[in-house]
């Protein structure tokens, strides 16, 4: 079984993420994507963010209607820190250890990951999609990889560039749309965008 994995904020969920999971679906032929919001983001610690059940609520709201798209606790569930690599583990453990893990990211995120908990674990655990966005360029992916993670196979067959329709969406920008008054309605999915508006999200920052 190959499974997307799907890791963000999600403060909120906009479509540049549904795009992004759609496509690695298709061109990956995933059974399913997984959305996991990070409940205590470790390198956003210093970061203001809005209350786990609602970038949760937001994430069930936009994927109503998708039945390969479901939403998952799992860090919520779990103390501490949510490190990509537990959550990694413990989908293993969930749907065994032949269920194969497939983590999409944003070429922004990619880059990142080098930075987090264990990355050639995180190579080891899954197959990684970078998907292409604006402004991030994913020339310096290929150096930047571990040479081998740590089943001792090259990290950079487990790395997959896609190509998606570019969106320059990205959460931060709505936040600030929402503060400044500016349109954000067709950036997330009308359900979203109506639990934006009734709850008075992101007026203060
Ligand atoms: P923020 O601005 O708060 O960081 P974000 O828009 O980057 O929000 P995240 O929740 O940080 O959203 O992102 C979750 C994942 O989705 C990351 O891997 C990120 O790279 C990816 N992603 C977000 N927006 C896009 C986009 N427009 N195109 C492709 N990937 C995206
Ligand atoms: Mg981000």
Same mark, same amino acid.
């Given at each position: ?9 999600? !403060?909120?969920?906009?479509? =540049? ?24 983001? /470790? ?20 994927? $109503?209607?998708? /039945? ?12 501490? &820190? ?15 250890? !032949? ?14 990951? &080098?930075?987090?908990? !264990? ?11 970078a998907a292409t966005r604006p402004g ?15 089943? =001792?196979? /090259? ?17 931060? !920008? ?14 997330? /999915? ?7 508006? $009734? ?7």
């Amino acid at each position: 079984m190959k499974i997307g994995v799907m890791g963000g904020t999600f !403060d909120p969920i906009h479509n =540049g993420h549904l795009v992004t999971s759609e496509e690695a679906r298709y061109q990956f032929e995933l059974e399913k994507v997984i959305f996991i919001p990070s409940a205590r983001p /470790p390198h956003k610690r210093e970061v203001r963010r809005s209350p786990f059940e609602d970038r949760y609520r937001m994430v069930e709201l936009a994927l $109503e209607g998708n /039945p390969f798209l479901s939403v998952s606790m799992l860090e919520m569930e779990r103390e501490g &820190l949510s490190y990509t690599i537990d959550t990694l583990r413990e989908l293993h453990r969930i749907h065994g250890r !032949d269920a194969e893990l497939f983590f999409i990211t944003g070429a922004d995120a990619i880059l990142e990951i &080098l930075t987090w908990k !264990d990355p050639a674990e995180i190579f080891a655990e899954s197959q990684l999609i970078a998907a292409t966005r604006p402004g991030y360029p994913l020339e310096r992916l290929k150096e930047a990889l571990p040479e081998y993670n740590s089943h =001792g196979e /090259p990290s950079t067959g487990r790395v997959h560039a896609m190509e998606i329709p570019s969106l320059s969406i990205s959460s931060t !920008d709505i936040r600030e749309r929402v503060r400044e008054g500016k349109p954000f309605r067709y950036l997330v /999915p009308e359900p979203v965008w109506a639990y934006i508006v $009734e709850n008075s999200f992101y007026l203060e920052r």
